[in-house]
């Protein structure tokens, strides 16, 4: 069975940093494209950064230049780099694949960016 894991949350004052790591488990991790999904409270779950399994990044727009993702296929595991926080950041995070997400979602990891 499919199993993600995200970690790597916390409270951090803006233009502070994060480092999220999700574990996949149960999959042929590295051949489908990842992507790094977040939910802020009253909005919908919208996606932040996306990697294919041969590397190439794409970011929204809201983060770009400030967020980096990375994937290491031998640990079936994909990260988010979230440098220059901004209290607009501050959500639940999630990982999947991408377009196509697997309909179990892990639990996330909270981002809240505070000063």
């Known amino acids: 069975q499919v199993q993600l894991v995200e970690s790597g949350g916390g409270l951090v004052q803006p233009g502070g940093s994060l480092r999220l790591s999700c574990a996949a488990s149960g999959w042929i991790f590295s051949i489908y494209p990842m992507g790094w999904y977040r939910q802020a409270p009253g909005k919908q779950r919208e996606l932040v950064a996306k990697?294919?399994?041969?590397?190439?990044?794409t970011y929204a727009d809201s983060v770009k230049g400030r967020f980096t993702i990375s994937r290491d296929n031998a640990q079936n595991t994909i990260y988010l780099q979230m440098n220059s926080l901004k209290p607009e950041d501050t959500a639940v995070y999630y990982c999947n694949t991408h377009p196509m997400p697997v309909n179990n979602w892990g639990q996330g990891t909270q981002v809240t960016v505070s000063s």
């Open positions: 990697i294919t399994s041969d590397g190439m990044t």
